[in-house]
């Protein structure tokens, strides 16, 4: 699907240290959307999730309302370490996507995977767990962790 067929949505993040994040999302018509990125902080939401979002004013971007369908996909988000050599990052993201999974980069440190339905789920787990690449995993961001990214 080419960008513009998109729509940008807000996700308004309320006890984050970022008030808001956009996604893109397919338009389904009354006020459904079909995600079609994985968001990083908005960590109940996932690639191919259905929905709503209704713009507050005419020219206004929509504004996520609630989940309306869960998608097929689940998304891991993780964080390289400052540590970890720049050979190790491109080697585990490579063997990620050698696994089907979509991936999506903020820094050059943050990550989320997409794992879509027919990935081997515990072959992703297992490569996170054991690669040399040093990195924290975590299904929610800890504010700590932000904080600190963002004074280095």
Request: with cysteine; net charge positive.
């Amino acid at each position: 699907m080419k960008r513009e067929e998109l729509t940008k949505i807000i996700i308004e993040l309320q006890s984050f240290l970022f008030g808001a994040e956009s996604v893109w999302a397919k338009d389904l018509g009354q006020d459904l959307f079909e995600l079609q990125n994985a968001p990083f902080f908005a960590t109940h939401l996932n690639y191919g999730d259905v929905v709503k979002a209704i713009s507050p004013k005419r020219q206004w971007k929509p504004h996520f309302k609630k989940l309306v369908r869960r998608g097929p996909h689940r998304t891991w988000r993780f964080v390289f370490r400052n540590d970890t050599p720049a050979k190790d990052r491109k080697s585990l993201l490579k063997k990620i996507t050698k696994l089907n999974c979509a991936l999506e980069g903020m820094n050059g440190a943050l990550i989320c995977v997409s794992i879509p339905p027919k990935s081997n789920v515990s072959k992703v787990k297992q490569l996170l767990s054991v690669h040399p690449a040093k990195v924290w995993y975590f299904k929610h961001w800890p504010k700590s962790l932000i904080k600190e990214m963002n004074q280095e």
